[in-house]
């Protein structure tokens, strides 16, 4: 048996020794360590086996980490991770105190940019190149690589068309697989697929015509080539893109045959390559699936809706809708600033706009919902998916600053459904006739109610609703959390003393149901999965303050910090959000 490659290698110096005719044996051995650990821990699969072999190349010709290496999304870093020094700790990736899934700068110097959202590499990788020449740090290489879908970004585009009057030694690798986590979208797309099959001569060259020196496309899996062409960009000054075509789970037949779902398939036999299947019949719904088939009953009804998703159909469910109404649902590419101003505009024609977009990546389309959406009042229904927080994603993906942040915006309506059954009833109400544009969020994964396709009924908006009476304290939650409080009261045994709230509206808030709770209880509660600077208990603190109530208030949420990843218990946990801490926080105040 020939010795392990992969076991001689701690960081990229010890690649370097190996020589380039056994590359492809130490490919072979990081596949199979990455399928082997991502099939019981979990996590981002198909992208990272995809780029394989341009990870050894990387690392092999360039002398990184003095020359400069940044993965845009970085869900497809597992192999650089591995060869940079977290081989041994690889086992913990996504996991509370372990590595993070995306690279992180304070987790290694080889991790040059911290990623998560995509199409930021090539700002962030010319801004690196711009540096180098003002510190004369001359003959240094940057280096971003970026996948097709993300490249058809508004951001990454913004990135080139500067980097091209640039001199500046930037290198973009594009990973071109031809799909995302969905398949890749738009007419970049279509003028990748032209060049490839063209073999480029035939085509006009888009990013020539942005003064890239443009190579490729090449075959992104075989390493000779690769690390050919990489030493030749090394001479080239200037601005380059370098084209490899690479297929999106190579190496697994499962993961190359059906690459969306193996794009984060869960757990996973790594002998086989077989999906660990999960009983789910008799389990509550997705909220994502919840969204999904209204929305189709919805449209069935009523012909002016339309559904609006960035990249993600299969995550939000969306894709229900694009299967039965492919000319009325959108998948718009990695593009939420464009998602939320085309909303804006097919709202300003009467059409009912379900724009549905991860809490979290709403964040780039601020401005776009401030000035298309809500200065000019437009109706539409943002569906913000994956709100509170999301577990083993981390830091960059939860979904805990959307309260705070649509909070200020004068118009938006914010609900947050505390279950299945509401949020379905939500989505229906808003479709009837709506004034104001709304946010409602809810978040990733299964809620608690089995039988949740009831027929529909309307939901008044800015109406709370009464859960549990009590006499001494209120405990108000917005969202599941509601599941949360609920727990915690039922382990209390002077329950009796205990009301409970859900306010359903963060905005308006319902002043009548606070007027009542405020003169009933002396003690306040409030329990949000979002930051508690500017959110939801905040908007309670302003309302006692307007209305002169001297009530002790209590506001629990998400503290001043960046939570980390790990499952959604042990960082609700943290939080203070699981039953037991809202339970403790309650019986102080007993
Ligand atoms: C701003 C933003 N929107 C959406 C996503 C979700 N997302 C993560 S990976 C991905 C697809 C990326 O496709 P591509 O760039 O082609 O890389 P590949 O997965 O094919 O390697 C998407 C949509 C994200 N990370 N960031
Ligand atoms: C890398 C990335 O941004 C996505 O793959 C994200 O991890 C998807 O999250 P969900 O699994 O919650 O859809
Ligand atoms: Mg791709």
Redesign the pocket.
Known sequence: MSKSLLNSVQFPADLRKIRQQDLPQLAAELREFIINIVATKEG?L??SL??VELTIALHYVFNTPDDILVW??G??AYGHKILTGRRDNFHTNRQMGGICGFPKRDESEYDAFGT????TAISATLGMAIASQLTAAAGRQHIAV??????A?GMAFEALNHAGVTNTNLLVIL???A????P?VGSLKDYLTRVTLDNAPETDNIFEALNFKYSGPIDGHDIDVLISELKKLQQVDGPKLLHIITK?GKGLRQAEEDQVKY?APGKFDAETGNLVKKETAHLPPKYQDVFGKTIVELAAQNEKIVGIT???PT?SSLKYMMDAYPDRAFDVG?A?QHAVTFAAGLATQGMVVYCNI?ST?LQ?AYDQLIHDVCLQNLPVIFCLDRAGIVGEDGA??HGIFDLAYLRCIPNLIIAAPSNEIELRNLLYTVQKKLEHPIAIRYPRGRGQIVDWEKSFSEIKIGEGRKLKSGSEIAVLSVGNMAYNVTEAINAISEKKLLGHYDLRFVKPLDHDLLHQVFRQYNKIVTVEDGVVKGGFGGAIAEFASENNYKNLIKIIGIGDYFPEHGSVEQLQEQAGLSPEKIREVIISLL
């Open positions: 981002h198909g992208a995809g780029v845009d999304v869900h497809q998560g959202h995509s199409s970026v996948g097709d879908a993300s490249i970004s990973n071109d697989n799909i995302g986590i969905d890749s999106k794009h960035p990249a993600m995550g990695i939420e991860y990546f780039r960059t993906h």
